[in-house]
């Protein structure tokens, strides 16, 4: 019996995130923040710093700090919520997108100076 109820919550959680997923790909946007949207994790930057209760996507280490404190403590074996597990995770990798973005342009600009 207790499988059961902790199975519908799994699947109803999960279906909650493809649901969430589906929508904000499906949004129409303007241009500018359509770019901020992934088709990864289907989030924006804004919503991910939220998630992650920063300010700042540039204080690495604080991200990361963020992110493994929100990890363990949605953890199921302590009783938290996979569905809140899997925003964190999905937030973390949009920052990670953003700063992925971002190490081009720094080459880019580099590689100017020297020439």
Not at 36 to 57: D, F, P, R, V
Not at 75 to 99: C, D
Request: glycine share 6%.
């Amino acid at each position: 019996m207790g499988a059961q109820v902790v199975g519908r919550a799994f699947v109803r959680a999960i279906r909650q995130e493809f649901q969430a997923t589906s929508s904000a790909q499906g949004r129409q946007t303007s241009s500018s923040e359509s770019s901020t949207n992934t088709t990864i994790s289907g989030m924006s930057l804004q919503e991910a710093k939220q998630i992650l209760n920063i300010e700042n996507i540039v204080d690495k280490e604080q991200v990361e700090k963020s992110f493994k404190h929100l990890f363990t403590l949605n953890e199921r074996s302590k009783g938290g919520s996979f569905y809140l597990q899997s925003k964190v995770v999905r937030a973390k990798e949009r920052i990670e997108e953003e700063w992925s973005r971002e190490k081009p342009k720094e080459t880019k600009v580099d590689s100017k100076k020297e020439t």
